[in-house]
């Protein structure tokens, strides 16, 4: 898959492109014009992202996007625009944060330029690109099985999610401590990086790096911390959200198994009718075993009253 953004110029280009060498015109939702022709799709949606995916898709990009309507090349010319992608580093990233049932899960995955090269083709990208849970299990072994790569992942979900939660009062300190102990984790000796990493990566999820900083800083950790918003983008980080993702998905499925009912993804109301039911059918023990106790849908399935809502201004 490739994504690019376009202006109305290099769009136009490309829609007339696409009806002159007998793409299949589609409807796909919010997107301005699309395209199908031997298994290759290309979507240009109202924001203005381009996404090409399917069979072909490198060659569509080196022979037609660059040359006709971006008048630029970088596919093929990685290794020279951007050296930064084979420098070895740390990606960390978490999973379920925003899911009521189930476990928080943080992971941090090792890189190197040979693991990079090995991924060329292998389809890493964040995880909330993918589409399914069976190709988040296939794209985690492709990791942990890639030579050179080196990875942990910690989970943190029930009951002992919802102690720690309570020790310490917000979700942002939690998630410091996870991404600064997955990091420890894969510098451990016993992973024998090589080349050391000269950074790690970390999806942004504070208001400022702050929180981070202080719990290195606690933890001792000396290694540098990159955070930025949408790091996903970095290989590294990308293969930590599907490690994440993959550890979530099999945790929220084993939670289902030991208390008897299939446990939603998400916030909703889905969630919710089945949090009520948890509480009525075998108490609010058992709800906190498989839920993070902190979100409001625990007061409404409790028959409890709500907060009111602070609305948070930015300054």
Not at 94 to 120: H, I, M, Q, T
Not at 121 to 128: T, Y
Not at 143 to 155: A, F, K, M, N, Y
Not at 254 to 268: C, D, N, W, Y
Request: glycine share 8%; with cysteine; charged share 25%.
């Amino acid at each position: 898959m490739h994504t690019c953004k376009l202006t109305d110029e290099q769009a136009a280009a490309l829609d007339a492109h696409l009806r002159e060498h007998g793409f299949k015109s589609r409807t796909v939702p919010y997107a301005r014009f699309a395209g199908e022709k031997d298994k290759l799709n290309v979507v240009f949606y109202e924001s203005g992202k381009l996404v090409v995916q399917g069979k072909g898709t490198q060659e569509f990009v080196e022979f037609v996007l660059e040359p006709e309507i971006l008048q630029q090349a970088e596919v093929g010319y990685e290794e020279v625009l951007h050296p930064e992608m084979f420098v070895a580093r740390i990606g960390v990233d978490e999973s379920g944060k925003g899911d009521f049932f189930g476990p928080l899960c943080v992971a941090a995955v090792y890189v190197n330029e040979s693991v990079v090269r090995a991924w060329k083709d292998a389809g890493i990208q964040d995880s909330k690109n993918i589409g399914s849970d069976r190709r988040i299990a296939d794209l985690a072994k492709v990791i942990r099985e890639t030579p050179g790569c080196h990875s942990e992942v910690l989970s943190l979900g029930g009951v002992n999610y919802n102690q720690r939660y309570r020790d310490i009062g917000s979700l942002n300190p939690l998630l410091a401590k996870g991404h600064v102990n997955s990091i420890l984790a894969v510098l451990a000796p016993a992973h024998h990086l090589n080349p050391p990493p000269e950074h790690a990566i970390i999806d942004q999820f504070a208001a400022t790096e702050a929180t981070v900083a202080r719990e290195a800083k606690a933890r001792g950790l000396k290694l540098k911390i990159v955070q930025r918003h949408k790091a996903e983008v970095d290989l590294a980080v990308a293969a930590a959200s599907i490690l994440a993702r993959h550890e979530f998905v099999t945790g929220l499925a084993k939670m289902s198994r030991e208390i008897g009912v299939e446990l939603p993804k998400g916030a909703s109301a889905a969630v919710d009718k089945v949090a009520k039911q948890i509480v009525e059918q075998h108490g609010v023990g058992t709800l906190a075993r498989v839920a993070k106790m902190h979100f409001r849908t625990a007061l409404r399935a409790q028959g409890l009253p709500e907060p009111p809502k602070v609305e948070w201004r930015r300054k």
